[in-house]
C-alpha cells in the first residue's frame, strides 16, 4: 500500500502548473470548485469557494487516488464510529458525539452531560448562585481557546453573564480579570480536561484568594469545574453537584462542544450554545456522507496538500474579514499545528514529506494595512483563506459592511490577477491562491459549522499524510524542564543557566 501511496504523491507531482487565470477560462469553475453546507431547518448556508486555487479535474482525480490508497473512507469511519483512532495514547477521538454523531452509547452519554450542564447554566441563570454578573473562566490552550473565540463572536451583542476567559499564568492576565470584576458576583469555572495544569491550577488557587480576601464567604462553593478526571476537582475541593465532566475520548483542542463550552451557555444562554452544536453537526452529516473531491473538508486538505507538498509552502493564512472572528487564527494555530505539526506517521515511522504548514492570520481589513505587502508581492507563496458573512454583525450605516466585503473580495481577485507594470516595485506577479468562506450569516450555527468544518479539514490532512492527529507529545519536553528548574538541582546548557541566574531563579 506504502509503494501506492508513494506512486500517487509522484503522479500529483508531475502535473504541469497552469496559472489561475488559464484555469478560469472553464466557465463551469466557480461552480466546480463551490460548495454549499445548509445548516439545517430556518438556518442559513455557508459556501466554500475553492476555484481560486490551482485545484484541477487531473489534480483532484490524483487527490481522489491519494485518498482511497491512504483509507480515507475507512480512517473516516473510524473516526465517526468511536474506534480508536489515536494508537499512542489508545484513545478514540469523540468529538463528533457532542454533536450526535457517533457511537450511539458516547452520544447518549453526551446528550446526559449536556442535559446536566443545562440544568446548571439555567439554575445561574435563575439566580440559585445569588446575582452573578461575572465569570472567571480559567483554562489554557483548547480549554480556552474554543470558549474564547465563541463568546467573543457571539456574545458581543448579547451577553448574559460578562466572560473574562483567563489562559495566561502571567499574573498580569488575571490582574486584568479582577480589574473587571465585582467578587460578590463572580463565579469561577477551572477548566482544564487533566485538571494538573500548572497554569490553570495556579489561576484558579489566585481567583479563590482573590474572593477570600474580597470577603466571600465560600469560594470554594462559587468553583464550577469543567473537566474529565472529575476525582481530581473533588480531591481539588470542588463539590460534585458542581462538577461538569466530558469524556476522556474527547481530545483537548476539540472540547468546545463538551462542558468546556460551559461560559459560551452562560454567556450567551442555551439555545445558542445548542445552535452552535447543530451548526456543527450539519457539517459532520456533510462529512459522513460525501465522498471525493464533493467532500469539502476533504477538497480543502486536497488543496492544503497540493501547496505544502507540492509547492512547498511552509505556511497558510487565515483571515476574517469579520471583527467577530478576530480570535479564529489563534483558534485555528492549536488545531491545526498541535495536531499535525508532527515527524513520524502513525506506524511510527519518520515521515519523508512536511506536515502541517505553519497556521497564522489577522482580520480584514486591518490585516491589508500590515501584511498584505508580503502575500502580494513577497517571495513566500501563502495560500489564504478569506473568511466572511454576508450580513453584517453591525448596526451602523450599511457602509462599514459594504466596503469591508468589497475588501476581502477585492484582495482574492487581486491575487489571483495581479498586474504588471514597467517598474519592478509596482509589479503584482498574480497567480496567488486563495479560497472564500462565506456564510449567510455569521450566527451560533455558522460559527459551529466553521469550527467543525477546520476539525474535518484537519482531519482529512492527517489521513492523507498517514499521521495521528490525536496526540501532542510535542508540548511535554518544555513543561518537564520547567519542572526541573523548580526543583532545583539539574544543571542545563550555559545559554540557560545563565538566563536562570540572571532572573534569581538558579
Ligand atoms: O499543553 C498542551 C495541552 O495538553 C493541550 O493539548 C490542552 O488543550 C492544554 O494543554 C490544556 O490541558 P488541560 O485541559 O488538561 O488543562
Known amino acids: 500500500m506504502a509503494d501506492k501511496i ?79 483512532v489515536n494508537p499512542t495514547e489508545g484513545r478514540a477521538a469523540e468529538h463528533t458525539a457532542q454533536r450526535g454523531i457517533g457511537k450511539d452509547s458516547s452520544v447518549e452519554e453526551a446528550f446526559a452531560l449536556h442535559q446536566r450542564m443545562r440544568l446548571l447554566v439555567e439554575a445561574i441563570h435563575e439566580g440559585v448562585f445569588g446575582e452573578i454578573k461575572h465569570l472567571i473562566h480559567v483554562g489554557i490552550g483548547g480549554s480556552a481557546l474554543g470558549p474564547a473565540l465563541a463568546i467573543d463572536a457571539l456574545a458581543r451583542d448579547l451577553s448574559l453573564v460578562d466572560v473574562h476567559v483567563v489562559s495566561n499564568i502571567d499574573g498580569c492576565a488575571l490582574e486584568q480579570a479582577f480589574a473587571a470584576c465585582d467578587p460578590r458576583t463572580t463565579l469561577l469555572a477551572v477548566a482544564s480536561k487533566t485538571f494538573t495544569t500548572i497554569e490553570t491550577m495556579t489561576n484558579a488557587q489566585s481567583v479563590i484568594r482573590w474572593l477570600e480576601a474580597s470577603g466571600v464567604s465560600d469560594p470554594t462553593g462559587r468553583v464550577i469545574a469543567l473537566t474529565a478526571s472529575p476525582e481530581k476537582a473533588v ?42 452544536l447543530d451548526g456543527a453537526r450539519a457539517v459532520d452529516e456533510h462529512f459522513r456522507d460525501t465522498d471525493g473531491r464533493e467532500n469539502l473538508p476533504l477538497r480543502a486538505a486536497f488543496a492544503d496538500q497540493y501547496y505544502t507538498r507540492i509547492r512547498g509552502c511552509q505556511t497558510r493564512a487565515c483571515f476574517a474579514y469579520d471583527e467577530r472572528l478576530a480570535l479564529l487564527p489563534d483558534y485555528l494555530q492549536q488545531l491545526e499545528m498541535e495536531s499535525n505539526g508532527k515527524s513520524v506517521t502513525v506506524e511510527g515511522k519518520a515521515v519523508t514529506a512536511p506536515t502541517a504548514p505553519i497556521t497564522w492570520g489577522g482580520v480584514g481589513t486591518d490585516a491589508q494595512h500590515a501584511v498584505f505587502q508580503l502575500l502580494h508581492q513577497g517571495t513566500n507563496l501563502v495560500p489564504v483563506d478569506f473568511i466572511a458573512s454576508i450580513a453584517p454583525g453591525d448596526e451602523l450605516d450599511p457602509a462599514h459592511h459594504r466596503i469591508l466585503l468589497m475588501n476581502c473580495f477585492a484582495q482574492g481577485a487581486a491575487l489571483m490577477a495581479g498586474r504588471g507594470s514597467d517598474d519592478p516595485a509596482r509589479s503584482y506577479p498574480g497567480d496567488r491562491p486563495s479560497a472564500t468562506i462565506l456564510c449567510d450569516d455569521l450566527d451560533s450555527a455558522a460559527l459551529g459549522a466553521l469550527i467543525a468544518f477546520h476539525e474535518h479539514r484537519t482531519f482529512a490532512n492527517a489521513v492523507l499524510m498517514g499521521i495521528n492527529p490525536f496526540d501532542q507529545f510535542g508540548v511535554e519536553l518544555g513543561k518537564e524542564i520547567a519542572k526541573k528548574i523548580e526543583k532545583g538541582g539539574e544543571s542545563f546548557d550555559a545559554s540557560t543557566e545563565n538566563l536562570l541566574a540572571l532572573a534569581g531563579l538558579a
Open 235 to 276: 480531591e481539588w475541593g470542588v463539590d460534585e453537584t458542581r462538577i461538569l465532566p466530558f469524556s476522556e475520548s474527547v481530545g483537548g483542542r476539540y472540547s468546545l462542544w463538551s462542558s468546556i463550552g460551559f461560559p459560551v451557555a452562560l454567556a450567551v444562554g442555551w439555545d445558542e450554545f445548542a445552535a452552535m
Open 6 to 84: 508513494a506512486a500517487a504523491w509522484d503522479k500529483l507531482g508531475e502535473h504541469p502548473h497552469t496559472p489561475l487565470a488559464e484555469l478560469f477560462a472553464d466557465e463551469t469553475r466557480v461552480a466546480k470548485l463551490s460548495g454549499r453546507i445548509a445548516l439545517g431547518e430556518g438556518q442559513g448556508s455557508i459556501l466554500f469557494d475553492w476555484s481560486k486555487t490551482h485545484l484541477t479535474d487531473g489534480i483532484l482525480r490524483d487527490f481522489e487516488e491519494v485518498a482511497g490508497h491512504a483509507g480515507f473512507i475507512d480512517a473516516r469511519d473510524r473516526l465517526l464510529s468511536g474506534a480508536i
